[in-house]
């Protein structure tokens, strides 16, 4: 796995995942989309095992569903094949003309 490809793992997964379980799992899937759902999937897996919401009447209240839904918002940004992973050609963009281009007009002076 390169350098790039890394560091978009990186700020897709974050800082403090371990590389060499990126570069094994790289070499295992050949793909950096599939590295990054398994990855979630595991933390979503990891999240569900445990309650959920735990309170404790005017001592402490802990929710962590909302990090259950930011996970499950960012598995289905990743399965959509729009979204743009480096090394992977975007579905339909072979016939769309150059990417990335933006064209300037002067508009007409009154």
């Known amino acids: 796995m390169d350098d790039a490809s890394r560091r978009w793992l990186l700020a897709t997964l974050g800082p403090a995942t371990d590389t060499t379980d990126l570069d094994t799992r790289y070499a295992r899937l050949h793909s950096l989309r599939a590295v990054a759902l398994e990855v979630l999937r595991e933390r979503r897996a990891a999240l569900l095992a445990q309650p959920l919401k735990i309170a404790l009447s005017g001592v402490v209240s802990v929710d962590t569903s909302g990090n259950v839904a930011a996970l499950e918002r960012q598995i289905d940004e990743l ?21 990335g281009v933006l064209y300037l007009r002067e508009r007409p002076r009154r």
């Open 79 to 99: 399965e959509d094949p729009a979204t743009p992973v480096p090394g992977e050609q975007t579905p339909g963009a072979e016939n769309s003309g150059p990417s």
